[in-house]
């Protein structure tokens, strides 16, 4: 059974920055992360693919930077100059080559307010 599991997030004031993890115990062909606000659908903010390609949502390009070891099966979210309207709670979602099952972290808030 692979393993998927995330951490970090937390309580932050704006302008700060928090970062987020995940480890998957196999190789993934992309790792990212969604986000779902309260009230709001869950929305993919980035994802980055084994070979290097990456996608980042509008939102927090130039603020949010993704960090994948594919060695250790491993991705990081830099989060920084956070914003109140980045509060949500935030999934890691990955999939593998095959059967290309989809992964997902259980879950973790961040929060940003003063």
């Known amino acids: 059974q692979v393993q998927f599991v995330e951490s970090g997030g937390g309580l932050v004031q704006p302008g700060g920055s928090l970062r987020l993890s995940c480890a998957a115990s196999?190789?993934?062909?992309?790792m990212g992360w969604y986000r779902q606000a309260p009230g709001k659908l869950r929305e993919l903010i980035v994802r980055?693919?084994?070979?290097?390609?990456?996608f980042y949502k509008d939102a927090v390009k130039g603020r949010f930077t993704i960090s994948t070891d594919n060695a250790k099966n491993t991705a990081a979210l830099q989060m920084d100059n956070l914003k109140p309207e980045d509060t949500a709670v935030y999934y890691c979602?990955?999939?593998?080559?095959?059967?290309?099952?989809?992964?997902w972290g259980q879950g973790t808030q961040v929060t940003v307010s003063s």
């Open positions: 980055k693919f084994r070979g290097g390609s990456t």
């Open positions: 979602n990955g999939q593998d080559f095959a059967p290309a099952n989809e992964y």
């Open positions: 196999t190789s993934m062909y992309y």
